[in-house]
């Protein structure tokens, strides 16, 4: 309409004080503050070493797919309270596919998620299926060999789609507490597998060549 006023423009990266730019999962952790769905601590640091949780890996989720439908039904988890900060975040998650509680009925909202978990929760949101040869797909790393027979063909799917970094090398290092820069790179990586935002180039995504 005539007069109606120009679109706001985006958001500015959050300004951090612990040096993003210097740390390997700098692009990353730039975007998805900037997009909002990972946010910066009160002090004004991100702490991208630090572990994540279930229900903070719940809470990034919830705000990077908040359009999605549920598609699932979610139960109430013995060890969740309903005045609980996450309680909305974790059951949106469910809901929309990414994680699910255990079989005794709890969620353990505070474990720290590995590395193996976190990219699963991508891969079960967004059903991703590999399209090589897992065994193929994992045998060009070192501890390819240690992923769970169980968690193969998911683990492989995540490499394909480029949701895996290390800095480390040529590690997948699933058993590793996930962190705050690890959880970056997955989300940022598994919304541009669908085209929802433009790819960032990094050297530590493993499996891309």
Do not use: C
């Not at 900037?34 to 601590?41: D, H, K, M, R, V």
């Not at 998620?113 to 699963?120: D, F, G, T, V």
């Not at 541009?192 to 960032?200: D, I, Q």
């Amino acid at each position: 309409p005539v007069g109606a006023a120009p679109p706001a423009p985006p958001p500015a990266p959050q300004a951090l004080d612990d040096g993003p730019d210097s740390h390997w999962a700098a692009p990353f952790v730039n975007q998805v503050t900037q997009l909002g769905f990972i946010e910066g601590f009160p002090d004004n640091t991100f702490a991208p070493d630090q572990p994540v949780n279930r229900a903070q890996l719940a809470a990034i989720v919830a705000k990077a797919y908040g359009d999605r439908q549920p598609t699932v039904e979610a139960n109430e988890f013995s060890d969740i309270a309903a005045d609980f900060w996450g309680t909305e975040a974790v059951t949106k998650t469910v809901q929309m596919g990414f994680m699910k509680g255990y079989p005794d009925g709890t969620f353990d909202p505070n474990r720290p998620i590995p590395r193996l978990e976190a990219l699963l929760t991508f891969v079960s949101g967004l059903k991703l299926t590999p399209q090589g040869d897992p065994d193929q797909v994992l045998g060009q790393f070192s501890d390819g060999d240690q992923v769970p027979d169980w968690a193969r063909p998911a683990i492989a799917a995540a490499v394909e789609n480029r949701l895996v970094a290390n800095a480390g090398g040529q590690f997948l290092e699933l058993q590793t507490p996930a962190t705050r820069a690890d959880i970056a790179v997955m989300s940022y990586q598994a919304l541009a597998s669908e085209n929802k935002v433009g790819p960032v180039e990094s050297p530590y995504i493993l499996g891309k060549n």
